[in-house]
């Protein structure tokens, strides 16, 4: 079994960072690809970033590209979602991913779920 611990999200004006981290836990935790998804009210969950615990292989959704980075430290089994020039359509609630990479449609199949944190980007 895999746990995932979200933190970091809050309120946020149009063009502020922000930066979420993911603490992992488990076993079996090392052995998948670490990923983020969002999900705005009424909206399905769609795939943001993804990257292997050693930095390779790492996937962008294109409307983040640019903006977003996924990094992991792996002293600390802690994956962080550096967000900057943040816009009101980011606001959705963010979710950490343990799963496995899909290389041929550049994002992650997830196997476990964080509980999740807020983003609000204020205009």
């Known amino acids: 079994q895999v746990q995932l611990v979200e933190s970091g999200g809050g309120l946020v004006q149009a063009g502020g960072s922000l930066r979420l981290s993911c603490a992992a836990s488990g076993r079996t935790v090392s052995t998948y690809a670490m990923g983020w998804f969002r999900q705005a009210q009424g909206k399905e969950r769609e795939f943001v970033a993804a990257s292997r615990w050693s930095g390779s292989n790492t996937y962008y959704a294109d409307s983040v590209k640019g903006r977003f980075t996924i990094s992991s430290d792996n002293a600390k089994n802690t994956v962080y979602l550096q967000m900057n020039s943040l816009k009101p359509e980011d606001t959705a609630g963010y979710y950490c991913?343990?799963?496995?990479?899909?290389?041929?449609?550049?994002?992650?199949?997830?196997?476990?779920w964080g509980q999740g944190t807020q983003v609000t980007v204020s205009s």
């Open positions: 991913a343990a799963g496995v990479l899909t290389r041929v449609a550049g994002t992650l199949d997830p196997r476990y």
